[in-house]
């Protein structure tokens, strides 16, 4: 890659993140027609990425980045292979769609500038995320998504139920944002990369590592929480809560599928093992058949398109895991035309809600005269998601039938669940594409019209494209879903199926799927009954759970809270003291420091000695002390000790230091005790004292025998060297100890310095509190 071609993919990356801090001024400035300026932004995006198409396609790797923090191996670096090129072009090719859709939905809207300042950084943070070639860029792109999308969901913040879904996706993908988090450091510890580029060579080694199945288990947390996966999947219906233009850019080519692209990614070294090939299929098939029952009981056209996105993540990863060539090219296939029929239905119930004022299919009939452009979008959307020739969802669909199809129990039993599931989403297509189009006019709360070219270019190009790319399906195969394939395989991979039906099993299949889809089309509103009693039966879900889990969880904190933090000083320094003491004597009685006790210093002088025995006169006068005050001034010989002994050993700037400290210490407690009200002696009973008692002499115990034992080893003068050689060279101070005070450790000064103001002004407060209920 050339510097200049590297400087472009850099900036490429960067630009919706710029078009993200124009968009607000921008739309100032031209109201909802900014989205055709802003929309050059992904546009420009994807005519970048396209010019990759040819060496990819024949087969080559295209690797960039700039070193980041090269002590610990992390850089800012780019990886473009099939996988991601796919990604990378589904990502702008649709968000330059979605903007201009942006600007005819949300018009007149006052935060529309904030909007797409939001949409612009939600489509910057995916792209740098199925570009990451490094584990560290990944993953912050990878929560970038996740803050990026709490901001969507919740655009509409005056209603609670955007707050509630925006919290509950932040939640819920965060949460699995610190599983991968945790699964990408070991895989790093493992292979000792931190590239996926490079990661592609550790497949046998990592296969093989005793902590395999600890990185499975927490990658799969990242990817199943993002991918909506059973039981992670309420949190993306609950999404619908965001405007439309979110909903279809979430569920066509965004983050719904980052959790897929993870897993993608990763089947080349962590795929082809009996955990990889039992735990996704089994995930991915259960999640398919719960997304479209629940599909079909939705009478809200953008539930009905959300239930069936669960159940294509479902499927998708179901294909992922399933571990042959053939349902790796259909997971390619399948991937694509989702994107694509997924979109633009998302557009077309938007549009409608948009222009009737209601997305109820029960409350919409006969518009296919009035809304005619959007009819033809919706038809020829549902039409490739059904799975008929010549759309590109029949290729998918066919290549799912013949990757699963065989004669084994676990062969049986998936393809059973494909076409349930495949049948229930060919219902939903065609009742979301026919029945708010034709009948008898029903009369809606807005006058229903055809919309403006911004609200329909969107959905008929994704439509028109599904089409076109089913008919000339051998260029799309050779441009777009044979790398693909090839990526996600980690082998050279040549897809070759047309939109020509042949006779064969898998076209049986589609058969029975397209019969049984007609069946529960006919028969919708039975079918959507029996779907509610089901689900009134079992009566507890996950969404419920959520909410039970989240209240739990402020309980629980609640009563920590009050457990740790009751409001009482005397429990906090209890607390301190006793943690301080077992830390000084729990490690000295493990690590067999008793009952080898330290020896006492030998050769003390009388002088050191008479210091020491001044000190422990002090101490009895503490405790012998007939009042609070009298024990405060006595307490102050302690310090007064400390600084003769500094003063013996020659250290008198230590020692005035401590002299000014234990005076000034000693009035400003004398001057507070007269302040505050507080009784002239502890008149507690000996069984409340005894235990402070105990942790005061296990505390400086701990002390003493820790500080004896340090004195004890051999004195490294590494430290000590260091700053008689550079204080004078570096800091020009001849007085050692003021320079590393006041140089080397001025940050600790000042530190210090600001916890003594902080004090102050508490005492003072305190102080003030008291004079006030005493004025009162």
């Not at 300026?37 to 790797?61: R, Y």
């Not at 600890?214 to 609950?238: D, E, M, R």
């Amino acid at each position: 890659m050339t510097a200049d071609t590297m400087g472009l993919t850099f900036l490429a990356f960067c630009l919706p993140f710029i078009g993200a801090l124009i968009a607000p001024a921008l739309t100032r400035l031209l109201g909802h027609h900014a989205a055709w300026p802003l929309a050059l932004v992904p546009f420009a995006v994807f005519l970048h990425f396209l010019g990759f198409n040819g060496k990819i396609a024949a087969g080559e790797i295209v690797t960039g980045g700039y070193v980041w923090v090269p002590s610990y191996n992390v850089s800012f670096s780019w990886l473009i292979d099939g996988l991601s090129l796919a990604f990378l072009l589904l990502i702008s090719g649709i968000g330059t769609l979605i903007v201009l859709y942006a600007g005819g939905y949300l018009k007149g809207h006052a935060h529309q500038g904030r909007f797409f300042s939001f949409i612009l950084m939600f489509m910057g943070s995916m792209l740098g995320l199925v570009a990451s070639d490094s584990f560290l860029m990944l993953f912050v792109f990878w929560e970038l998504t996740s803050i990026t999308s709490f901001l969507l969901i919740g655009f509409d913040n005056a209603r609670e139920a955007s707050r509630r879904a925006a919290l509950q996706a932040l939640i819920v993908t965060g949460g699995g944002g610190l599983f991968l988090l945790a699964g990408l450091l070991l895989l790093w510890d493992v292979t000792d990369v931190t590239q996926f580029s490079l990661l592609m060579s550790f497949g046998p080694e990592l296969r093989t590592s005793p902590y395999y199945l600890a990185i499975l288990f927490l990658v799969l947390g990242g990817a199943f929480t993002k991918s909506a996966q059973f039981p992670f999947h309420f949190w993306l219906p609950n999404a619908m809560e965001a405007p439309t233009p979110v909903s279809a850019y979430l569920h066509s080519a965004t983050m719904v599928k980052a959790g897929v692209y993870l897993l993608m990614r990763l089947n080349p070294v962590m795929g082809a093992t009996p955990a990889w090939e039992t735990i996704l299929p089994a995930v991915g098939g259960l999640t398919l058949l719960v997304g479209s029952v629940l599909a079909i009981r939705q009478t809200d056209l953008k539930l009905m398109l959300a239930y069936t996105t669960v159940a294509s993540l479902g499927l998708l990863v179901m294909l992922t895991g399933f571990g042959s060539e053939h349902a790796l090219a259909a997971a390619a296939l399948y991937l694509v035309a989702h994107s694509l029929f997924k979109g633009a239905l998302f557009m077309v119930a938007g549009l409608i809600d948009h222009e009737t004022g209601t997305r109820d299919i029960t409350k919409l009939g006969g518009l296919r005269r009035a809304m005619p452009v959007t009819f033809l979008a919706a038809l020829l959307a549902a039409l490739s998601m059904g799975g008929l020739p010549p759309f590109f969802g029949f290729l998918a669909k066919e290549e799912v039938y013949a990757a699963l199809a065989g004669g084994n129990l676990r062969q049986i039993a998936f393809t059973v669940a494909a076409v349930i599931g495949n049948g229930l989403m060919f219902a939903v297509a065609f009742a979301v594409a026919l029945k708010p189009f034709l009948g008898a006019p029903v009369e809606t709360p807005k006058h229903a019209h055809e919309g403006p070219a911004l609200l329909w270019i969107g959905p008929t190009l994704l439509a028109v494209k599904g089409l076109v790319i089913g008919l000339f399906s051998a260029i799309t195969h050779a441009l777009l879903t044979s790398p693909l394939a090839s990526a996600i395989s980690g082998v050279p991979q040549t897809i070759s199926i047309s939109a020509m039906p042949h006779l064969s099993l898998a076209f049986g299949l589609s058969l029975v799927t397209v019969a049984f889809g007609i069946g529960v089309f006919l028969m919708l509103d039975r079918a959507r009954d029996a779907a509610n009693r089901l689900i009134e039966d079992i009566g507890w879900g996950p969404d419920r759970g959520f909410d039970q889990a989240m209240t739990g969880l402020v309980r629980a904190a609640a009563a920590i809270s009050r457990l740790l933090q009751p409001g009482r000083m005397e429990i906090y320094m209890t607390a301190t003291f006793a943690v301080v003491a077992l830390a000084l004597l729990v490690p000295q009685m493990v690590y067999g420091e008793w009952p080898r006790l330290p020896v006492w210093p030998a050769g003390m002088q009388f002088h050191e000695l008479a210091v020491m025995l001044l000190a422990v006169l002090g101490i009895g006068a503490v405790l012998t002390a007939s009042n609070r005050l009298t024990a405060i001034v006595a307490l102050g010989i302690q310090g007064f000790c400390v600084a003769l002994l500094f003063l013996l050993f020659g250290a008198p700037d230590l020692a005035f230091t401590q002299f000014m400290i234990e005076t000034l210490s000693v009035v400003i407690l004398a001057l507070v005790m007269t302040r505050l009200e507080l009784t002239p002696r502890d008149h507690r009973p000996l069984r409340e004292k005894l235990p402070d008692a105990v942790i005061a002499i296990a505390c400086g115990l701990g002390f003493a025998l820790y500080l004896l034992k340090v004195t004890q080893g051999r004195f490294d003068t590494a430290l000590t060297d260091f700053f008689n050689l550079y204080s004078k060279t570096i800091a020009h101070g001849a007085n050692v100890v003021n320079v590393i005070i006041v140089d080397f450790r001025g940050t600790d000064t000042l530190g210090e310095i600001a916890v003594v103001m902080v004090t102050g002004l508490a005492i003072l407060s305190i102080i003030r509190i008291r004079k006030g209920r005493a004025g009162a």
